[in-house]
């Protein structure tokens, strides 16, 4: 009876067991259900009652886009190229300081205009708010591109700016100088039409941001310390308008960059005795360089996935450990979710019959916001596990700090208003920029910085960048321009909104 009766008591208790457990599965599933049909990264502040502004509209004429356009096309035609740090085409670079001139007189001559050449070749433009109280902000691009030669394949020559199908080619289209032209084409147009801001801002055009930007960006910021500058918010070139690039995303996707990528070169050495190729030791030192990966995992949320994948996507509380996973295999996601490591430069032997008696690897790591420098310094030391091999850092930096992104975050709002404003069919979400902008360097003036313009990239385009047959459509120049037009009126509102509704957070 005893034992029957504990047999039954068991039982009992495996019912409960597995019935408490049955309803917490349950209840798992109405959560993630019901906030996959809730979920929607472009609420919160978008239905909530702005302050109300008086902003100039931003129509375009046939007139104003034929001379915008020829003004761009002018811009790319100048071969600003940035080789090394101490090879610049600075003939090109006082040829395009002509330009700008130029192509803005009104920019170059308006009293509401303060500018100074900085370092010979940057440039940095302020433009005094009439609202003292508010902080001002920094709009940033740079001049400089990196080499191309038209032997590469190019389609048409790289410093031609000419036109097939209705999109201008040439290098710097993507890469920058669509940022440096759209925002000084804005605000000659804004000029003209009588605008005067209510919160100051600041413009900064580096001239050697691809070679790292130690003169140029770096002489504007010195500048801007000694003039006690602090910025409610920084924007530079960084992520774009994805469309048809994120698999399963329906519709294009404006990624704006929170943070960069920090980088590491590091050289890995091996030295043996060198000897003879037809007895080779059971190890050579070439055998003695190994690729360590390193795989770390930020998420991004979007509300506009398909099913099943926006069932995923929206419930990441309850998935990123599968879905970080799957986008690491991606090659459209994999370098936005981790630490990528590229061997970029291998060197041993010097004859084909002659063992090595030294080889070295150079690692190009981009390090991702959740990691520092330094733990992937310890890592690739515990990865090789040889203490044969020399590892030496050549040059390197921590990631940049995250920037806010909720909805007291006013550059962010702002930003994200004047993207849908003129794009309502994107979904807006917050990003990791893989690449080093500019910005990297204005950290001590500002907490939040932003890397983004409205540049629509489909599949395929990614390769242009630094790549051949760099591009951009004559409608997508345009819109560049409307885009700053109206961020810099946007950033007049002195205070956001208060939030519709808490929504979820990314």
């Given at each position: 009876m005893t034992e029957r009766s504990a047999k039954l008591n068991i039982l009992k208790f495996v019912k409960i067991v597995s019935f408490s457990l049955l309803l917490v599965i349950l209840a798992f599933f109405v959560a993630a259900t019901v906030r996959t049909l809730t979920f929607d990264v472009n609420a919160g502040l978008q239905l909530a009652h702005w302050e109300k502004t008086n902003n100039i509209a931003s129509d375009i004429n046939q007139h104003q886009r034929e001379e915008l356009l020829s003004n761009f096309r002018d811009a790319i035609r100048i071969p600003t190229v940035s080789t090394t740090e101490t090879q610049l085409n600075t003939t090109a670079l006082r040829e395009f300081d002509g330009l700008l001139r130029k192509a803005?007189?009104?920019?170059?001559?308006?009293?509401?205009v303060q500018h100074e050449v900085v370092a010979n070749y940057s440039h940095l433009f302020?433009?005094?708010?009439?609202?003292?109280?508010?902080?001002?902000?920094?709009l940033l691009a740079h001049i400089d591109v990196v080499p191309a030669e038209e032997r590469d394949g190019w389609e048409a020559p790289p410093f031609s700016a000419k036109e097939i199908d209705g999109f201008i080619y040439g290098r710097g289209t993507i890469d920058n100088k669509q940022s440096v032209m759209g925002i000084l084409q804005a605000l000659e147009y804004l000029l003209i039409r009588g605008y005067s801001p209510r919160r100051g801002f600041f413009i900064g055009l580096g001239h050697d941001e691809e070679v790292s930007g130690f003169q140029g960006a770096m002489n504007i910021v010195r500048v801007l310390k000694k003039k006690g500058v602090q910025l409610a918010f920084v924007l530079d070139?960084?992520?774009?308008?994805?469309?048809?690039?994120?698999?399963?995303?329906?519709?294009?996707?404006?990624?704006?960059?929170?943070?960069?990528?920090?980088?590491?070169?590091?050289?890995?050495s091996v030295s043996k005795a060198p000897g003879h190729s037809s007895m080779p030791p059971s190890e050579s030192s070439i055998e003695g360089i190994n690729e360590s990966k390193k795989i770390f995992f930020?998420?991004?949320s979007f509300s506009q996935f398909r099913l099943p994948l926006k069932f995923v996507m929206s419930n990441m509380w309850l998935f990123s450990p599968l879905l970080g996973r799957v986008m690491e295999r991606r090659p459209d996601t994999n370098a936005f979710v981790r630490t990528t490591t590229a061997i970029t430069m291998f060197n041993s032997g010097v004859k084909v019959n002659i063992l090595p008696s030294q080889a070295e690897a150079y690692v190009n790591l981009r390090i991702h916001s959740a990691q520092s420098l330094q733990e992937v310094l310890e890592l690739i030391q515990s990865t090789v596990g040889d203490e044969r091999v020399k590892m030496e850092l050549v040059d390197g930096f921590d990631p940049l700090p995250v920037s806010s992104y909720d909805e007291t975050s006013f550059g962010f709002q702002i930003i994200k208003k004047t993207v849908l404003d003129q794009f309502p069919q994107v979904t807006v979400a917050p990003g990791i920029c893989i690449g080093n902008t500019d910005s990297r360097h204005y950290t001590d003036?500002?907490?939040?910085?932003?890397?983004?313009?409205?540049?629509?990239?489909?599949p395929g385009d990614a390769q242009r960048f630094h790549g051949i047959n760099e591009r951009i459509s004559k409608k997508n120049y345009e819109e560049l321009v409307v885009f700053y037009f109206n961020l810099i009126q946007n950033c007049d509102i002195k205070d956001l909104p208060s939030p519709h509704s808490a929504g979820h957070e990314l």
């Open positions: 803005f007189p009104t920019v170059f001559s308006s009293h509401l302020w433009v005094p708010g009439s609202d003292l109280a508010l902080v001002p902000y920094m070139e960084g992520l774009a308008v994805l469309d048809g690039v994120i698999s399963g995303l329906q519709g294009p996707a404006a990624l704006i960059g929170i943070s960069e990528k920090g980088l590491a070169t590091v050289k890995l930020l998420s991004l003036l500002a907490k939040d910085i932003y890397r983004f313009a409205p540049t629509w990239f489909r």
